[in-house]
């Protein structure tokens, strides 16, 4: 009969974004251990709470099953001498299993017979299991910072209080430092600290929702939610929606009170991003909007407990937001005293990066780069992209970004407006640090998608210039964010960039500060370009199909793209196999290709001509096509070449004999080759 696991682990306050990836940890960890002792089970859940981390798994076997293991010795004339006697070889062989010589068995193989140590165990009590492995499992919970415990070797994020141990209702004796395991568990540290008694993972639910603990982040989330939208509706307005602070709040509480309090219409003068961010930031207060998304003076915050008197807990955090706002209105207006334009003088005295120089320095790399990007695609706004860039960073020296740094470029946007600068100037100033997150919000104009794409693509070579290069585990100057952000706008705006070109336009103007050689920076730059590229394509198309289109370039990350949709698109048809598989048979035979005309003079079998008028055919049409980037029309066009390849290969032998006339064969195939090989590498699509 299946039993119940139940472990709850009872601690002090643990941070919260510690929370998440110690749930995920516990899952892994009884998965790894349970497979581990051959134990069979149905269901995992992992709970958390500041004061807890619970842990339950359904359906694990009374005992654990029986097991035979078989470990192979030396071969027979090698384990038994001439005389049958076992050699020392297999008595070394037995002792190391740690069964008697005698023991050993004949196994038949393939290569002959070997001695073999056949083991049976049997399957021992899954609740004496238990207490090897529960113990294992703590200690194999990782947080980024853990304490030790006294003189005891064991860490974990935070003291712990109690341990409920449990299978099938019976405690699971062990210890962790000095607490020992038990079946009683506590109630909230403020409105029911108490002990009540555990017997199973159903009871511990009932007895914590009675002691004020709500001990599954999903349901603690879901009435957050639930509360934040009802209060905010009641206000006479909406939730901002956050699912960041959300997620965050949900393991800042076990039992979810929500709170609403409002502050001085005064304070809306301050721009919106401010406010937000403040009462974020610094309180993890949810934002009032109205219809129209602009915000309302209140605030949702959610308490720990339940109180008799919210009016008092409403007037507390009104009187520390009070204290927060003011702050922000005081940088605000002190920063409007000061025209943005004169702050970029300041930037000459921040550094940037020690070896890559201030960041008035790298202003003037990005503007210029920018200023080129405008040359090319859209030549009338040169002269707002040279502003957009020369301003874009002076708001780093402000009071409020030095306060507030989450809102820099919005608070350039804002004192470049009050001051009277251009409105797409201004506009692009906030623009150009998009996308600030994986799949967030790209620049809208040409004006903040160029200074954007400069800004990222001096970080980038910049850093890989001095050695600053992103490991598997470090990333400090999120140049993989940066490179991914160039990608997504070269491909959302359609820019048709050659990325080498892109690369070699950034580098000349590093090229003072580089500290390593010119040509090593760039290759590694175009292959940290390419590697972010498949890793972007290949989530959305199969592997196969991108490596097959990147082996052939991806400079133009554009055309890149296209080739690739085509090419995916082209390959759910139900001849798209046989075709390849045609196509291939011509790759792998004209390898390097030949650079020769093909004579039709030199033709012995009517199939040659047959294909020669066929490739000629669909040669103009193919390339009318890849001009438009019209892929899935040159695929199809290039598709129609398979009956008469076919039969090519049917009929002759390419490697004949006469050299003019193998020579001629390979000349005709390397055409073929090349015209879709600059689409796609063709030998690397999976069968």
Known sequence: MARELFLEIGTEEIPAGFLPKAMADMDALIRRELDNARLEFAEIKTLATPRRLALCVKGIPAVQPDAETTAMGPAKNIA????????????????????DVSDLQLIATDKGEYVA???????????????????????????????????FDVRFARPIHWIVALFDGVVVPFSFGPIESGSVSRGHRFMANTPFPVRDFNHYLEECERHFVIPDPAVRKEIIRR????VAKVA??????????????????EYPSVVHGTFSQDFLAVPKEVLVTSMRSHQRYFSIVDDNGRLMPGFITINNTLTEDPTVVVKGNERVLRARLSDARFFFEEDRKVKLESRVESLKSVVYQQK????????ERFKALAEGLADKFNPALKAKVGRAAYLCKADLVSAMVGEFPEVQGIMGREYALHDGEDADVASAIAEHYLPTQAGGDLPTSDIGAFVSLADKMDTICGCFGVGLIPTGSADPYALRRAALGIINIILEKEYRESLNGFVKASLDLLEPKLTRKREEVHA????FFKGRFVNLMADRYPSDVVDAVVA????????????????AAFKGRDDFEPLAVAFKRVCNIVKDGVDAGVDAALFQDPVEGALNDAFAGVKAKVAAAVAKQEYVAALADIATLRPPVDAFFDKVMVMAEDERVRTNRLALLTGIARLFGGIADFSRIAA
């Open 80 to 99: 038994f001498g001439p005389d049958g006697k076992p050699s020392k070889a297999a008595e070394g062989f037995a002792r190391g299993q740690g069964v």
């Open 117 to 151: 140590a056949v083991k049976k165990e049997t399957g021992r009590p899954s609740h004496e299991l238990m207490a090897e492995i529960l113990p294992r499992l703590m200690s194999g919970i990782s947080f980024r910072k853990s304490m030790h415990w006294g003189d």
């Open 227 to 230: 509360e934040t939208h009802r």
């Open 236 to 253: 006479g307005g909406q939730l901002l929606p956050d699912e960041g602070l959300l997620e965050e709040v949900t393991y800042l509480v």
């Open 356 to 363: 890559l120089g201030t960041s008035y320095e790298k202003m």
């Open 524 to 527: 590694d730059v175009l292959e």
């Open 552 to 567: 052939v370039g991806c400079d133009d990350l554009v055309d890149a793209a296209a080739r690739i949709a085509a090419l």
